[in-house]
């Protein structure tokens, strides 16, 4: 099966700068990639997400790049606000085929005033 | 639009209770997940639904765990007995018919079992 493994497992950034979180996956059959932002007991909401067809996105302050070659894909947040503090999930999985998402471990971004 | 509706959003339970969280999932989607999330095991997927039909129970525990969904609209995960190791947050997450969008995620339902 799909195995996620995401980096770090914590982040700290001054407000302003730039975060960047990888994660790898396994399975050459996945071609969904989203990513999730989780807040303080709220649930994981969908915040960008790729398919295996595109190599980048954008939306606003956020990006997404793929590497299919290398089986890697990193989430770039800029101008970090203090807002954007919260645990980020990365997943992959075959939007296709049996719908499942297998989701790396996560990593809590912090952002300092 | 009402997102992915969970219910009880807190359940404090005694051991060896049954315990049972409710899922509405988004109107119009077609596939229901099941999801446990801890400290140390993070975000596991339990059960999948596909019109209302059980896909993957791969990753349910053990016996103790039974999950149904009768119809479109409504889905339930049931513990029997419960234990402390149960203690998590469970999470249902819908998603609209393949290929088309991602999974949508509730608030989720925090249990504790004493």
């Known amino acids: 099966g799909e195995n996620v493994e995401q980096h770090p497992s914590t982040l700290s950034v001054q407000e302003g700068d730039s975060a960047v979180i990888k994660c790898t996956y396994s399975d050459s059959a996945s071609n969904y990639f989203p990513w999730y932002k989780q807040e303080l007991g709220k649930g994981p909401q969908l915040i960008i997400d790729?398919?295996?067809?595109?190599g980048e996105k954008k939306d606003q302050r956020i990006a997404v790049t793929l590497n299919k070659t290398a089986k890697h894909f990193s989430l770039h947040i800029t101008e970090t606000q203090p807002e954007d503090s919260a645990v980020y999930f990365c997943a992959a999985g075959d939007l296709l085929g049996n719908e499942k998402l297998t989701f790396g471990t996560g990593t809590r971004l912090t952002i300092i005033p | 639009d009402a997102g992915v509706i969970q219910s009880p959003r807190h359940e404090v339970t005694e051991m060896g209770q049954e315990v049972t969280l409710r899922c509405k999932p988004i109107s119009g989607h077609n596939s229901l997940f099941w999801y446990r999330q801890t400290m140390m095991r993070g975000l596991e997927l339990l059960i999948y639904?596909?019109?209302?039909?059980?896909?993957?129970d791969s990753g349910m525990p053990e016996d103790r765990f039974s999950a149904k969904m009768p119809n479109a609209s409504f889905s339930t995960l049931k513990i029997q007995p419960s234990e402390p190791r149960d203690s998590a947050v469970y999470f249902c997450?819908?998603?609209?018919?393949?290929?088309?969008?991602?999974?949508?995620f509730g608030p989720g339902t925090r249990l504790t079992v004493l």
């Open positions: 790729i398919r295996s067809n595109v």
């Open positions: 997450a819908s998603s609209p018919p393949a290929g088309t969008d991602t999974q949508y």
């Open positions: 639904f596909n019109n209302n039909v059980p896909i993957d």
